[in-house]
Structures are given as C-alpha cells and as structure tokens.
C-alpha cells in the first residue's frame, strides 16, 4: 500500500505564511514552499524548510479569486530547488472562505505541478495548497511524473498550539469508548486523537504511564523505543510488567504492547527495541506526528532535538529528580521535582535552555560507544562520575507523565486561562507542592537554523548515524 503523504510546518512558518498570504487587501497572494522529507513506509512527511513568497507588486494579477505572476519568475527559485533536491508546494489564499480548490485552481495547477516535476527531475512529491482566513491549509499532490493529483492526508503545524487538518475522506467516527472524553473534547479533538501517530521513547518509569494514557485517550498509533529488558528492580513504575517479564527478561516494549493490544481499543502499537541512535529508530521516530521523551540521557535527548528540529516535530520532553538526603546518616528525601519542557520547532531547545551543554552530549556519546574509554576518563579525572541508578517512584514518574500528557492536551485542544507559549516549561517540586512555568524565549543557535530539512546524508547531520554500504 502507498503511504499517505502529509505536510507539516512549525509554527513561526504557518504565522508568516498568513500575514504573507492576507495582507489585508482583499487579494489572493501566493508562496511556494520548498520542503524537506521523511520517506517512510507508513508515511511519506513533507516538512517545511523554506517560504519563498511571490511580492506582491511582481504579480501579474491579483483579485479576491485569483493570483498570477510571470513564469519566469519562479525560475531561480525551482533551479534552487532542483539542486538541493527539495519539495516544492504552491501555497496561494483564498480571501473568501473557498475551502476547495477551484476551477482556476485545477487548470492553474494541471499546468505548473507537471512542469515543477519536469524542472525538478526527481521522483518526488510536488504539490498545491490553499491557505483560509482563519489559518487552515489543505492540498495535493502529485508524487511523480504523469501520475495524478491525490489529496494531502494532512497538514499539521508544530507551534504553541498543535494544529492538524485532515482530507475529508479520512475522517472517522469517535468510537464509544471516547464518550466520556466528548464531554470535555469536541468530536473535532477526539478524531484528531485518532489518527495522531505519536512516538514514546523510553519504555520504563515515565514512558510507561505515558504510552498508557495515550492509549486509553485514543491515539491510533504509538512507536514505543526501548532497548532494555524488564529487571526485577524496575516492577516498581513499568505498568503491567510482571515478575515473570522480569525472570525471562523480556523487553519492555514488548510488554508495554501486549498490554495495549490486550485492552483492545485500537491503538496500533510499532515497537523498537534498538537503541534510539540506530539509523531505522529515527527514521521510524521521524514518521510520527509528535514525540514524548522518556529517557534520562543526555545524548538521547540532544537527539531528539535534532529529530524535532530536522522533521518539524513537536517534542514532549520528561524529566524526574528525586534527591535522596543522606547528610549525617540520615535516609530520607530532600526534594523531589520534575520538569515538562515543551520544544518546538525553530525555537529554543534543551540545549539553550541549559539543560546540558555540547561537552555533556560528547561524554554521553563515549560512554555509549565505548564504555571502556570512558571508564577511564572518569578514573583520570576528566569527567565527573555518572549515578548509574537513580531513586525512582512510580507515583513521581505518574504525576510527571500526567502533567506531560496535560500539556500535550492543552495544545491540541486549548483550554488554560494563559497562552500556551507562557508554559514552554513546567517544574514541580512535590517537596513545596508548587508548579512554575517558563515562558518560550529566545532561538537555540544549534538548532535554529536546521528546521524541515528532512532525511540528509548522514541522518540529521551526525556522523555517528553514517551507514555503510553493504
């Protein structure tokens, strides 16, 4: 079967997009988008990379229902295209409300997408779309020459709030289940949840809670990542892991999907059981429409950064601290806390939010690749010694999780009194039962400039992930 294919964009592309696209005169306008790609095998994602808008004064005709320019006009732009080997989609607006394409549209676009295919030569997907006054975007496109146009299946935006449109024909009724849910969420909520593909990596203390609540909320599909085994001293916080799991050693994302399966409601369940630095994991991650990430590493979060950042893809990042107060002999707890940080495309990420540094990424890496080497950094003093277990509490990881799915509802489907970008953060301390959000500021200077560009060689720019032929 051919995966569908679907447009993403961050959420500072959709904003330029409509200031550009409605300026307020009354007059279509149009863009083109070049975009990068994740070709995958259950879906084949377009994700922004860059907006190249058609000035105004260069159209040859711009009314309320239709939007010309001089075809010589776009050629630097398709030459630019061709050699970087990038998607390209017409975007223009329809200042009307039109939420269709229309009979200019169709002979407009039977013209220029055949001959974006001829300019480009590469078989890849090139498209059209059409922006509405109030910010939605649908399309189609034609995946190579002479083939026929097909609907996009989707176009999301990875901004403060998550935004998803989908093409009619896909929609589905909210099964009975979700009735409850209806309650708070609207039908248009619920269907969304249903077809969202959502990735959890990490499959123990946080991951656990959190593919579990995904799952009763209704996402149609989860990509569990885990390369560990379930261990007696982790029954405590991976639900529905047995003793027996933990004698036979049974992998955790094996154990977390046939629970899933055994509740019966739907979710379709892919798992990994591969480090997430093996190059299939990220191409499977980088399918996804959003990223929860459950992992204490500091290079397996930097990673998820570049996946966020490279394939536009929003990242739920999970952290937990219990502080065990040892002074004088004592046994008990001096805090416990945790932090949700929310990171968005093109913004700022854990990097520049300061939660760990280049250097930290580096000793992480040594540590993973070559354990011994690393060993003796430590032993020579050059890096500072790693607890290799800290204190966990299924209770801690389940209110973290909580407050992380929380947050991923409040930007699908908003309903804080605050704006969403006021919670790019949110810590709690359960030892001063407090809650303290961080506002969204500043671009990472590491990250920034790499939005939407998609599958390069090597996979998101690390040599690490070059893959030998074979």
């Given at each position: ?210 593919a579990e609540q995904l799952m009763r909320l209704g996402v149609g599909e989860l990509v569990l990542v885990d390369d560990d085994v379930v261990e007696e001293r982790n029954l405590n916080r991976i639900l529905n892991a047995t003793r027996k799991d933990a004698e036979e050693r049974r992998l955790k994302v094996d154990t977390l999907k046939q629970a899933i399966d055994h509740v019966g409601i739907g979710t379709n369940v892919i798992t990994h059981s591969e480090n997430l630095w093996h190059p299939d994991v990220i191409r499977s991650v980088a399918q996804c429409d959003i990223v929860f990430g459950c992992m204490d590493s500091v290079d397996g979060r930097y ?168």
């Amino acid at each position: 079967m051919t995966p569908p294919i679907t447009l993403t964009m961050s959420g500072d592309q959709h904003d330029h997009l409509r200031n550009f696209l409605f300026p307020g005169d009354g007059n279509e306008a149009v863009a083109f988008l070049f975009c990068g790609r994740r070709d995958g095998d259950r879906r084949h994602r377009l994700v922004v990379k860059e907006i190249h808008g058609i000035p105004y004064e260069e159209c040859s005709e711009r009314t309320p229902w239709c939007v010309t320019w001089p075809p010589d006009y776009i050629a630097p732009m398709l030459d630019r295209a061709a050699t970087i080997g990038l998607s390209v989609i017409k975007i223009h607006s329809h200042p009307g409300g039109m939420a269709e394409f229309s009979d200019t549209d169709d002979e407009g676009d039977a013209r220029l997408v055949p001959m974006i295919h001829g300019w480009v030569e590469r078989d890849i997907p090139h498209g059209s779309a059409v922006m509405l006054p109030d910010g939605t975007v649908f399309g189609r496109v034609i995946r190579a020459p002479h083939s026929k146009f097909e609907n996009l299946s989707s176009v999301s935006v990875a901004g403060d709030g998550l935004l998803f449109w989908y093409a009619e024909s896909d929609q589905q009724a909210a099964p009975a289940f979700m009735a409850s849910q209806a309650q708070i969420f609207d039908e248009g909520t619920l269907a969304r949840l249903q077809q969202l593909s959502i990735a959890v990596v990490g499959a123990s203390g946080t991951g656990s809670p959190t593919a579990e609540q995904l799952m009763r909320l209704g996402v149609g599909e989860l990509v569990l990542v885990d390369d560990d085994v379930v261990e007696e001293r982790n029954l405590n916080r991976i639900l529905n892991a047995t003793r027996k799991d933990a004698e036979e050693r049974r992998l955790k994302v094996d154990t977390l999907k046939q629970a899933i399966d055994h509740v019966g409601i739907g979710t379709n369940v892919i798992t990994h059981s591969e480090n997430l630095w093996h190059p299939d994991v990220i191409r499977s991650v980088a399918q996804c429409d959003i990223v929860f990430g459950c992992m204490d590493s500091v290079d397996g979060r930097y990673l998820l950064n570049a996946i966020s950042s490279y394939y536009n893809i929003p990242y739920f990042d999970i952290g937990v601290r219990l502080l065990p107060d040892l002074r004088d002999g004592r046994n008990g707890i001096r805090e416990i806390c945790g932090t949700v940080n929310y990171i968005r495309p093109g913004r700022s990420s854990l990097l520049s939010r300061g939660l760990f540094n280049l250097r930290d990424v580096s000793q992480a890496g040594l540590r993973r690749n070559d354990p011994a080497a690393f060993e003796q950094q430590v032993n020579d003093g050059y890096i500072a010694g790693v607890e290799n277990h800290r204190p966990a509490v299924i209770t801690v990881n389940m209110f973290a999780s909580s407050l992380a799915v929380n947050e991923f509802l409040a930007r699908l489907h908003p309903y804080r009194e605050e704006a969403n970008v006021q919670h790019a953060s949110v810590e709690f301390s359960l030892a001063s039962m407090e809650l303290f959000s961080d506002s969204e500021h500043g671009i990472c200077s590491h990250f920034g400039n790499k939005v939407g560009i998609g599958d390069v060689v090597p996979l998101l720019g690390q040599i690490e992930l070059t893959e030998k032929d074979t």
